[in-house]
């Protein structure tokens, strides 16, 4: 087993592409996770571009294959999939995970737990996606936030902060920790407001207003947790990290509802509070809550 060759993440893409290009023969009767089509070679294409551009962002150098850890897949798929379909996100990772098969029978080498956890995201996009074939998934939102972090504070006191980021501002997990980690960068004290916080898509967030309390809390984190540990922090108490920001969605929507605002105005405030492209987006959290 090997590396992908190459000195740059586009020529190694290239490498990786060209192991795999099995167009013009039949994959009938054999185990070959190789490129068989046209249209196949495209999606792969966007799945290596989706994660080297991920891995520069991140300034990992190297090799591109010696990056799909446990960690950066937990990462990478979090920000990836935050607003597909399940059957759209379900086709991401199935496909994804179909890849790096072939790259393993071409002799690349692919970190153990790689597939390990592209199998776990699959499982649960699967059965998010028969979920939602017949309805929304719903109850996904918190109903008792303050004994939710009183909760999590017992698990860990960093997470309870992130928690109470996500719920005051809506900040997808990955932004949330990086404001944290960086929070001098992003607190304006003139007005308690969080600025220049760049969500996906290159779409800057609105000015964030927080409480002082956590202002204090953010200002004197001694050590921001990393995401897996905060994912799985989430979880032992039953939830995801993107449930705080369908909390968040709903209490927003509610607010303004209940300040006056029509439906549509509602919901069109609540889609630009939370960075949205589209506000069918926003209607798919709300029903999810």
């Known amino acids: 087993m090997g590396n992908?060759?190459?000195?740059?993440?586009?020529?190694?893409?290239?490498?990786?592409?060209?192991?795999?290009?099995?167009?013009?023969t039949k994959r009938h009767l054999t185990q070959s996770n190789k490129t068989h089509s046209n249209a196949l070679y495209d999606k792969r294409a966007m799945y290596l571009r989706d994660?080297?551009?991920?891995?520069?962002?991140?300034?990992?150098e190297g090799k591109l294959n010696t990056h799909f850890t446990e960690s950066n897949l937990n990462e990478f798929l979090n920000e990836r999939l935050n607003n597909l379909s399940p059957k759209t996100a379900l086709d991401y990772v199935t496909g994804f995970n179909s890849m790096l098969r072939g790259l393993e029978q071409t002799r690349v080498t692919i970190p153990s737990k790689a597939r390990t956890i592209l199998k776990e995201y699959t499982s649960d996009?699967?059965?998010?996606?028969?979920?939602?074939?017949?309805?929304?998934?719903t109850?996904?939102?918190i109903e008792?936030?303050?004994?939710?972090?009183?909760?999590?504070?017992?698990?860990?006191?960093s997470s309870s902060?992130?928690?109470?980021?996500?719920?005051?501002?809506?900040?997808?997990?990955?932004?949330?920790?990086e404001v944290a980690r960086n929070f001098n960068d992003y607190y304006n004290p003139s007005n308690n407001s969080l600025e220049g916080i760049i969500g996906k898509g290159g779409q800057e967030y609105y000015p964030k207003e927080i409480s002082n309390e956590l202002a204090y809390k953010l200002s004197n984190l001694e050590r921001v947790p990393s995401y897996i540990t905060y994912y799985n922090d989430i979880k032992e108490l039953g939830h995801k990290?993107?449930?705080?920001?369908?909390?968040?969605?709903?209490?927003?929507?509610?607010?303004?509802?209940?300040?006056?605002?029509?439906?549509?105005?509602?919901?069109?405030?609540?889609?630009?509070?939370?960075?949205?492209?589209?506000?069918?987006?926003?209607?798919?959290?709300?029903?999810?809550?």
Do not use: M, P
């Open 51 to 60: 994660f080297a551009k991920f891995a520069e962002k991140k300034g990992l």
């Open 4 to 24: 992908l060759k190459g000195s740059t993440f586009e020529k190694q893409t290239k490498n990786a592409l060209n192991r795999l290009d099995a167009r013009g």
């Open 161 to 177: 902060v992130i928690a109470e980021l996500q719920l005051e501002t809506g900040l997808r997990a990955s932004e949330a920790l």
């Open 241 to 289: 990290t993107h449930d705080l920001r369908i909390t968040y969605a709903r209490e927003t929507y509610n607010s303004l509802k209940e300040q006056g605002y029509n439906h549509r105005e509602a919901l069109k405030l609540t889609s630009q509070e939370l960075n949205h492209h589209r506000e069918a987006i926003t209607l798919y959290y709300l029903a999810r809550a």
């Open 144 to 157: 008792y936030t303050n004994s939710f972090i009183s909760n999590l504070q017992e698990i860990r006191e």
């Open 125 to 137: 996009y699967r059965n998010e996606f028969n979920q939602v074939k017949n309805d929304y998934e």
């Open 139 to 141: 109850g996904r939102a």
